[in-house]
C-alpha cells in the first residue's frame, strides 16, 4: 500500500523549491493586485498580515518536478514550469469562485467576496500573465514548447467552466458530456502539469505525450474522488458540510452516472432533483442513499481506480526508472485515495 | 497634413493580413466561447448569423505591421504578433465591460450584458489563450521574446485597470496617478503592438525600445484624445451621447487637471463633482464650460499633440527609411486629431 506521509513529503520537497519563486514573481505585481493575490495564496490575512501558512498540497507543480526528475534525473529545470502552473490553477479558482458565486475557499473568504467583482477578474488576469511571464524568462530551449502546451491546456480549463456554465441551463446531461466537462476542467491541466515536467526536462515528443496522458487519468480520478468526497467528504476534512454538493442541487459524475444507469433508484433520483424549494436535511440525506442504492458510488470508485490503472498504463512508454516509477505512482494512488 | 483616408487605407491593408488569421484562431474555441468571440468582433449577430462586418479600425495590428515594414521591408513576419495584440485587446475590452457594466459597445450589447458575467470572464480568458497559442505557434526565433513582451504589456494593462478601480473609491486623484492609468489602460498594449512589430522583425534591443516608446506615447495621445471625445465628442461618431463621461461623473484627464490647476473654475468644478443625485443637461453643460474656462481642454489638446511629437521623437533613435517613417508619423497625427 502506498503511504500518504511519503506522498506528502514529495509534494513538500515540490512545493521548497517552487514557493520562493512563486513568491518572487508576485512580487511583481502592483501592489493592490500582490495584497489580493497573497492573500488567495494563504501567505497573508486580507490586511497583509503574514498567516506563516504554506500554499497548500501543490499537486500541479509536486506533479511537473517528480516528471522532470524521471525524465533528467533533476527537478530543477522545471522549477518554472511548477510556478506557472500553479499560477494558472490559481488564475482558474478565483475567476471559477466568481462565477460560481462561492463565500468560501479552504475555510477563508474567497476574493470576490471581499474584493468584489472586479479585483476578482483582474487578478486572475494577472497571475495568468505571470504564468506566461515566468515560463518566457526561464531560459531554457522549451521555452516556447512549454508556453504552447500551458496556452493549449488553460483553453481547454476554460472549456471546462463554458461546459459546466451551458448544463446548469439544461434539464439534463449525459455522462459522456458530464465526463468531458470534467476533463477540461480538471484533466487538461493535471496533464499539461505532467507533460511540462517532461517537455522542459528535454524528453521527446512521445514521452510529452504519455506523462501528458498520466497527468490527464490522474485528473479524472482526482475530479470523480473530489465528487465522492462533494457528498460523502467529512466536513473536517473537506471544509464543506456532509452532501454539500446534493443540497446544491449539483449534478456531479456519481449523480450522472445513477440518473442514467440506475434503474428504479435512478428514476426517483430525477424526481428528486425536479423538486424545486430549498431541500430538507432528510431530503438531502434520502438523495445520498438513492445514489447509493443507484450504484453511484461504487461505479465512482470503481472507475476512479480504473482513471489511475489507465495513468500507470502510460507511464509504461515513457521507460523510466522503478524508483521514479514508484513515486509518480503513489502519487496517482495518493490522489485516488484522498481522504476517503 | 496628413490624409486621413491614406491612414485608413494603411489600416486596412493591415487587417486584411491579420483578419484571416484571427479569424482562423477564433475557429479553435469550443461552439459556445466561438459564437460569443464572434459576436464580440462583430462578425456575427448574437444568434451566429454574419453581419458581414470587419473588426472596427484596428489600430494595435495596424501598428505591428508598419513596424514590421518599417525594420525589415515587410509586415509578413509579424502578423502573428498583430492577431496577438488583437487578441488582448478584446479580452481586455470583454472585462473592462464586464467591470463597468457597460452595456453597449460600438452600438452593440457588451457580452456581460447579452450572456452573463461567467461567459464574459471566460470567453476574455480564452482569448488571451489563443494570444499565446498564435505567438508560440509562430514559427520565429523571437517568438518567446514576443510572448514575453506581449505579456508584460498585458500585466501593465491589468494595473492600469485596477488603479482605475481603486481611483473610483477614492475622492481625488493627482494629475500623475491619473496619467499613469491611463499609460497603464492604453500605452502598455500600443507600446507593446509597436514593439512587437519591431521584435519578430528582428530589429536590435534598442531598436525594439525606440518603438516600444513610439508606441507608448501615442498611447497617451489615444486616451487624452478619447477623454475629450468623452465630452465634447459628436454623439453620432462616438456613438455616445454628448458629454457624457461628465454626466457619469468621470474623473478623465482633462478633468483631473482642471481641478488641479484651474483656479477659481477648477475649485467650482470640484465643487460641482461633490454634489450627489443625478445631474440634469444643464448641469453637465455647466461642468463642461467649467472644464473648458479651466483650461482643461486647451491643455489637453497641447498635451495630445506634445505626446506625438514625443512619440516621433523616439523614431529618431529607429533609424528607418523615410517613407516608413512618414507613415508611422501620418499613423500618429491620425491618432491625435480622429474626430475632433
Chains 1, 2 share one sequence.
Not at 20 to 30: C, G, K
Not at 97 to 106: K, N
Not at 115 to 141: R, T, Y
Request: proline letters at 4%; one cysteine or more; charged letters at 25%.
Amino acid at each position: 500500500m502506498p503511504s500518504a506521509i511519503n506522498v506528502l513529503d514529495l509534494l513538500a520537497r515540490g512545493r521548497e523549491l517552487v514557493d520562493p519563486q512563486l513568491r518572487h514573481a508576485l512580487e511583481r505585481l502592483d501592489e493592490h493586485t500582490r495584497l489580493v493575490a497573497t492573500y488567495h495564496f494563504g501567505w497573508c490575512d486580507e490586511h497583509g498580515r503574514p498567516t506563516g501558512a504554506n500554499s497548500g498540497k501543490a499537486i500541479r507543480p509536486g506533479l511537473t518536478l517528480l516528471v522532470a526528475e524521471a525524465v533528467c534525473g533533476s527537478p530543477e529545470p522545471a522549477v518554472p514550469g511548477g510556478v506557472a502552473v500553479e499560477l494558472i490553477h490559481n488564475f482558474s479558482l478565483i475567476h471559477d469562485d466568481l462565477m460560481d458565486r462561492d463565500t468560501q475557499r479552504r475555510h477563508r473568504r474567497t476574493v470576490w467576496a471581499i474584493w468584489g467583482d472586479a479585483m476578482a477578474v483582474l487578478v486572475g488576469d494577472a497571475l495568468a500573465c505571470l504564468a506566461d511571464e515566468v515560463l518566457a524568462e526561464c531560459n531554457s530551449p522549451y521555452a516556447v514548447h512549454a508556453g504552447h502546451a500551458l496556452a493549449v491546456a488553460t483553453r481547454e480549463l476554460i472549456r471546462g467552466q463554458v461546459l459546466d456554465v451551458a448544463f446548469e441551463r439544461r434539464d439534463s446531461v449525459s455522462l459522456p458530456e458530464c465526463v468531458d466537462m470534467a476533463a477540461g476542467k480538471t484533466s487538461s491541466l493535471l496533464g499539461a502539469s505532467a507533460e511540462l515536467g517532461a517537455i522542459l526536462a528535454g524528453a521527446d515528443a512521445a514521452t510529452c505525450e504519455a506523462f501528458r496522458t498520466y497527468g490527464w487519468e490522474l485528473g479524472l480520478a482526482f475530479q470523480i474522488v473530489d465528487d465522492l468526497l462533494g457528498i460523502w467528504g467529512a466536513p473536517e476534512k473537506t471544509g464543506k458540510p456532509v452532501f454539500s454538493d446534493l443540497r446544491a442541487h449539483k449534478k456531479t459524475l456519481p449523480v450522472v452516472w445513477s440518473l442514467e444507469y440506475g434503474g428504479a433508484h435512478g428514476r426517483e433520483l430525477a424526481a428528486w432533483f425536479a423538486e424545486t424549494g430549498a431541500p430538507t436535511e432528510d431530503d438531502v440525506r434520502r438523495a445520498a442513499v438513492l445514489v447509493e442504492n443507484a450504484g453511484g458510488r461504487e461505479w465512482a470508485l470503481a472507475e476512479a481506480e480504473e482513471r489511475v490503472r489507465k495513468a500507470g498504463k502510460a507511464l509504461d512508454a515513457a521507460g523510466i526508472a522503478p524508483a521514479n516509477r514508484d513515486q509518480l505512482d503513489r502519487l496517482a494512488q495518493f490522489i485516488a485515495e484522498r481522504q476517503l
